[in-house]
């Protein structure tokens, strides 16, 4: 069974290249981040003739997330616990109930970006403010029996080898040592980063940045996380990034990342 999420940067500006990733990978199930729409204009129609179930948390203009499964969910949850006054689209999850294998729950999640980090913007207290609210939806799916994946852009770039030049990232919310302790919690709390879990070999990226020859250079950053319980972790057989898709026309700024569970 494979799980994957993808930052689309747009479903409308991208939707031949996530129709023509969906018929070639077949992921069993995929989240989506920055779909940019509202929910009645996600192009639905166009993903279910291709055998999806299509749930969606969107948000004019900006953020949104979806879920695709081929196989039956369950449990719809729209939005991150934690704070009722928070309008913005960025979190959706639902159990995962395969025919062949055990259930799984799957959490889309698109983690605010903080940046710029000054003392007048509340943007980095926000992604801060987010990742607690996150640690602390964990804890309570950790309490519950069902493996989950927790799987999006997290806006985290956890290491150096995570980062092509790591001083140019200096002091960047991506990459702050108040964001890295966040990350840390979360982790420590017994998940496991999929990709991390099968490959070793440093600058792998997840994302290239549209300017400064970034992608021809391969000066990117790896932000696109799966991190799996302890139950789902035992199910892990294999994860990468499709980098590939980096280079097709009219690309997102991310590629997918995936992992293989049994």
Partial sequence: ???????????KARLPRVLDYLKEAKPDA???????????????????????????HGQKTYNGVALLSLHPISELRTGL????????????EAVIVPKDSA????????????????????????????????????????????????????NVIPTDDDVHDP?????????RPETHQKYRTLCNLGL?????????????????????????????????HLLLSPGATDRLTGAGIDKYVR????PSDHVPAWADLI
């Fill in 167 to 175: 001083k140019a990232w200096e002091g960047d919310a991506l990459f």
């Fill in 81 to 92: 616990p934690g704070d009722d006054s928070d309008e913005q689209a960025r979190y959706i």
């Fill in 30 to 56: 995929i989240v989506l981040q920055e779909i940019k729409c509202v929910d009645e204009n996600f192009p639905r129609d166009e993903i279910e003739a291709l055998g999806y179930t299509v749930e969606t």
């Fill in 247 to 250: 280079g097709l026309e009219k």
């Fill in 103 to 154: 259930p799984i729950r799957l959490g889309g999640l698109y983690l605010p970006n903080g940046n710029p980090v000054s003392p007048d913007s509340e943007k980095y207290p926000y992604k801060l403010a987010w990742m607690d609210r996150l640690i602390s939806h964990a804890k309570t799916l950790i309490a519950d029996e069902t493996d989950f994946i927790l799987a999006g852009d997290y």
């Fill in 1 to 11: 069974m494979r799980l994957t999420t993808w930052n689309v940067n747009s479903i």
């Fill in 192 to 224: 496991t980063d999929a990709f991390r879990s099968c490959h070793t070999e440093p600058h792998r990226y997840s994302f290239w940045d549209y300017q400064a020859g970034a992608w021809q250079n391969d000066h990117g950053i790896r932000i696109d």
